[in-house]
T-cell receptor, first 112, second 117 residues
Framework: AQTVTQSQPEMSVQEAETVTLSCTYDTSENNYYLFWYKQPPSRQMILVIR??????QNATENRFSVNFQKAAKSFSLKISDSQLGDTAMYFCAFMKLLKLTFGTGTRLTIIP | GAVVSQHPSRVICKSGTSVKIECRSLDFQATTMFWYRQFPKKSLMLMATSNEGSKATYEQGVEKDKFLINHASLTLSTLTVTSAHPEDSSFYICSARDPDSRTDTQYFGPGTRLTVL
């Protein structure tokens, strides 16, 4: 079974600064997907970024980028130029054969 | 694109009654949908995988007779909580996979808050 660990329950950062959220996972699989989802106070889960394990290049989506280290089983999320709207719960997730396993989440607060 | 809706957004019911929650993919056909449960300040736990035209696959520890899932069309899956009890109170979220996407990304509904009195 896969496990996903997010070791930072809460983080806060000043607006416009950069913040990195950590995620590690444990699997014996070679091909899989990794995701970061954001859950704002509305509780709607929003896809932030995804990474295919077979791709060495780190995924980027505007201000969001990942540092994917397959050998270390690490998948951190970097948010640049943080905005107040980035305040949310962030979940790292592992997917194999359509099954998503979520980490426990990191509550991120952007301070004005 | 890739919008998933859920109805109702909130429901309060009496203990012993049944509650049905609908999950719809609005702009794509979803052969596979998923049902999750999220406790307060906790992560999402997969309850079951719903496949159009066939029986749902339940995760270990999830009572299939309590949580009835029906995926009768390519755009609709329903979760019925039967004989609800206060311990069933939770936030239920569905997701749907767009089979035409090049990846297996799941798109989530806005969730349903169930309160059983």
């Amino acid at each position: 079974a896969q496990t996903v660990t997010q070791s930072q329950p809460e983080m806060s950062v000043q607006e416009a600064e950069t913040v990195t959220l950590s995620c590690t996972y444990d699997t014996s699989e070679n091909n899989y997907y990794l995701f970061w989802y954001k859950q704002p106070p509305s509780r709607q889960m929003i896809l932030v970024i995804r990474q295919e394990a077979y791709k060495q290049q780190n995924a980027t989506e505007n201000r969001f980028s990942v540092n994917f280290q397959k050998a270390a089983k690490s998948f951190s999320l970097k948010i640049s130029d943080s905005q107040l709207g980035d305040t949310a719960m962030y979940f790292c997730a592992f997917m194999k054969l359509l099954k998503l396993t979520f980490g426990t989440g990191t509550r991120l607060t952007i301070i004005p | 694109g890739a919008v998933v809706s859920q109805h109702p957004s909130r429901v309060i019911c009496k203990s012993g009654t049944s509650v049905k929650i609908e999950c719809r993919s609005l702009d794509f056909q979803a052969t596979t949908m998923f049902w999750y449960r999220q406790f307060p300040k906790k992560s999402l736990m997969l309850m079951a995988t719903s496949n159009e035209g066939s029986k749902a696959t339940y995760e270990q520890g999830v009572e299939k007779d309590k949580f009835l899932i029906n995926h009768a069309s390519l755009t609709l899956s329903t979760l019925t909580v039967t004989s609800a009890h206060p311990e069933d109170s939770s936030f239920y979220i569905c997701s749907a996979r767009d089979p035409d996407s090049r990846t297996d990304t799941q798109y989530f509904g806005p969730g349903t808050r169930l309160t059983v009195l």
